[in-house]
């Protein structure tokens, strides 16, 4: 009997993030959580039992790190994609934070009517960090849909991420140490008290991501931070280092003067 085969089930891994206290569960193929995700957490300044918005979840990496780290935090992603809203939320089963992590399906540009703008504490996102037609070509539609820009562009994503939080809340955001200016213009005159973490590259190498945090409807000056570096945590080893360090929160010690 002839026929089309059948389509192959997606492969998938599980991870450790945060010494082992996150299991996550993500496709082998595609866009993988690195340490994006990761650091975004740790630079949340979250309390027990506030509200955070993750928006464009994933397979979840962010929400669950902040979730380990802040006790009795609630977390809601919005995530367009499906089938990662399945999977980050059986990724809230797997580490048996369903009670305090959720997931809704949604576009930023069309919201559920279920999200309220205004209604949480702080909002996390890792937007897309190429512009649409301005990148070289990725081949894998999972990877393309989360590292390039669709119809939402930058602006889109920081409007979106002021208008769901409080006043006086905050907005997180990671992105390309390039697009600083960018992504500074947007917040202007819209939020202030903005933090800056560049993300270490190396030695004598320049910061390639960045951790802008701003808070809503505040004016007071912006804090360029220390750089933030992984490796001491882990005795000097890079990777063991990006596993585990994230486990607690980013402070925001200022650059000291003449530095």
């Known amino acids: 009997m002839s026929g089309s085969p059948a389509a192959a089930e997606p492969a998938f ?43 464009g979840c994933g397979a979840g990496a962010a929400m669950l790190c902040l979730a380990a780290r802040v006790p009795h935090s609630r977390v809601v992603g919005l995530e367009m994609q499906r089938d990662l809203v399945r999977l980050a939320g059986d990724n809230a089963i797997l580490n048996a934070m369903e009670a305090r992590v959720s997931v809704m399906i949604g576009d930023l540009l069309r919201p559920p009517p279920r999200l309220s703008p205004g209604a949480f504490d702080h909002v996390m996102a890792n937007p897309p960090y190429h512009e649409h037609g301005r990148t070289v070509r990725v081949t894998a539609s999972g990877r393309a849909d989360a590292t390039v820009e669709g119809e939402a562009d930058l602006a889109a994503w920081v409007r979106f991420a002021l208008a769901m939080v409080r006043p006086k809340g905050t907005v997180t955001l990671i992105h390309r140490a390039d697009r600083i200016d960018a992504l500074l213009g947007e917040i202007a005159g819209r939020a202030g008290e903005v933090v800056v973490f560049p993300l270490w ?30 490796t001491p945590a882990a005795g000097g080893n890079a990777d063991r280092g990006r596993r585990a360090w994230c486990g607690r929160r980013l402070s925001g010690a200022p650059v000291p003067e003449g530095r």
């Open 201 to 230: 590259a190396g030695e004598d190498r320049p910061a390639s991501r960045i951790l802008v945090r701003a808070r809503k409807h505040i004016a007071a000056p912006a804090l360029h931070a220390r750089p933030v570096d992984p």
């Open 13 to 55: 891994t599980e991870d450790r993030l945060l010494g082992g206290r996150v299991r996550l569960r993500q496709p082998a193929e595609g866009y993988r959580v690195a340490i994006d995700p990761v650091f975004l957490a740790a630079a949340v300044p979250a309390e027990p039992h506030q509200l955070v918005l993750d928006v």
